[in-house]
């Protein structure tokens, strides 16, 4: 997933901390853990030219050689997607009465053009206190994390209550790829059963020294979904124009798409964030907070808030023109132009609803809107549990002391969103902070700061054991 920040351009009024500079010599076990990262990040998993299937097998083998049976390790794949395999792995708990938890990571990553890239991107490079390659942090920093807690508890002798259980899974980074955790959740449902799920999503900011801002949980994520505008015409000699042309159709019906506004929605998570950050912000964005919190229409209080993008990302839905494709020669009136509107749902509000919304926005018959792939349906976000969120903050205050701990929706879309909707709740806690400019993420010379990814592997770890200990 794209790694954004709810809250990218806020800085919070009496955040404590120091920088994350650059720590002292890595211990012997993440110098252990620093060659299993390595491994996983040079291991190409782009879909045009990579092997999720690969790419699983080596970490399989990692915890076969710490001691997990083979009834342990479920490798997977889809008879017609060899390449897009995946591992579910499970470490048995004390109490066969005890729900699971569950740690979910993706190992697919967006593609990357070594021409483009500053340095190989399929090379682990440490430079300047940061890793670089793609996927040194989206995703592969949660799945080698996944992969190494596993390894110590073994290796430790450590006996969960709960069962632990881990996913590694294919195809999150492309919309109409095999998806493992969709895969799973349709056709595995048993063996990924679990309370809940731990996944990518959350995670921290820092501030242009370095120093954390905010540490965050993703509590439910908005759907993204594609849609098509179409115009089709006879067309004719450019020589001849008139008003009927399918550009322009589509043109206005773009422009009226810029200027539709949809209502402002509040979920629980949302209405928690915002309550929870109204005193961090300046004395008009504290009014506006609580104007909109109590009326949803106020225009004044909404115009204030979306001066700032990722206001303007959670507020509602979002809906944004991407592609464009008309015309089929230079002197010739256009037969066909099409466009592709990418749209941010608000969870509560179904696809149909928002095709019905642009097609009344743009109000004109001959501009065919209509559903592209569905990457997953409408699902509500998970619930506030404290007994998922109480221990994820409680330890992230013990490690970060002073840093503000917040709740998130996230704009863009994680494999959460086929497995809440078959029961297994999930949230995103990785106890990572991401730089103000987004680390590359889905771009060019992606990266995650070393004491960042150390630190977020001490932070899994812990709480993991904490989950695995938890009473019902």
Excluded at 52 to 69: D, I, S, Y
Excluded at 167 to 189: D, H, M, P, S, V
Excluded at 227 to 246: I, Q
Excluded at 429 to 448: A, M
Aim: charged share 25%; aromatic share 6%; proline share 7%.
């Amino acid at each position: 997933m794209l790694k954004t920040f709810a809250v990218s351009a806020i800085l919070f009024a009496g955040a404590s901390g120091v920088a994350l500079a650059q720590g002292a010599a890595p211990r012997p076990d993440q110098l252990e853990y620093r060659a299993l990262y390595k491994e996983l990040v040079e291991t190409n998993t782009s879909l045009s030219a990579g092997s999720c299937t690969v790419a699983a097998e080596r970490m399989a083998a990692h915890l076969k050689a710490a001691g997990f049976p083979d009834a342990d390790l479920h490798p997977f794949a889809a008879p017609d997607h060899p390449k897009e395999g995946g591992l579910v792995a499970i470490l048995p708990g004390r109490d066969p009465k005890a729900k699971a938890v569950l740690m979910l990571a993706h190992l697919d990553v967006v593609e990357a053009k070594r021409e483009d890239w500053t340095r190989d991107p399929f090379t682990l490079v440490e430079e300047n206190g940061n890793f670089y390659a793609r996927g040194a942090a989206d995703d592969k920093a949660m799945a080698s994390i996944w992969v190494d807690t596993l390894v110590r508890y073994k290796e430790e002798g450590f006996k969960p209550r709960r069962t632990l259980k881990m996913a590694l899974t294919c195809g999150e980074e492309t919309n109409g790829a095999f998806n493992g955790a969709e895969y799973l959740a349709k056709n595995k449902r048993d063996l990924i059963d679990a309370a809940f799920a731990v996944n990518e999503g959350g995670g921290g900011l820092l501030d242009a020294a370095g120093k954390p801002v905010f540490q965050g949980i993703q509590v439910g994520e908005k759907l993204s979904q594609n849609f098509t505008l179409e115009v089709t015409n006879p067309g004719g000699h450019s020589s001849r124009p008139v008003p009927d042309n399918a550009i322009y159709h589509l043109a206005n019906a773009l422009v009226k798409i810029q200027g539709y506004r949809f209502p402002v929605m509040f979920s629980d998570t949302t209405r928690d964030f915002y309550t929870r950050m109204a005193k961090t912000r300046t004395p008009e964005e504290q009014a506006a907070i609580a104007a909109l919190l109590k009326n949803p229409k106020d225009e004044g209080s909404r115009a204030v808030l979306e001066k700032d993008p990722d206001n303007n990302a959670i507020l509602h839905t979002n809906c944004v023109a991407t592609m464009l494709d008309a015309g089929h020669a230079t002197n010739a009136l256009p037969q066909r132009a099409r466009a592709n509107v990418n749209c941010r749902i608000f969870p509560g509000t179904s696809t149909a609803e928002v095709q019905k919304t642009l097609g009344d926005a743009i109000g004109d018959p001959k501009v065919k809107v209509s559903i592209r792939e569905i990457r997953n349906a409408v699902a509500p976000p998970p619930p506030l549990d404290p007994k998922v969120l109480g221990p994820a903050e409680k330890l992230a205050a013990e490690m970060w002391p002073g840093v503000p701990q917040v709740r998130e929706m996230s704009a863009g879309a994680t494999d959460g969103a086929f497995l809440t909707p078959v029961g297994i709740p999930t949230y995103g806690i990785s106890g990572d902070f991401g730089d103000p400019d987004g680390d590359g993420v889905h771009g060019l010379n992606e990266r995650i700061r070393v004491k960042v990814l150390y630190d977020s592997r001490d932070y899994l770890y812990r709480l993991m054991k904490i989950y695995a200990e938890q009473p019902d």
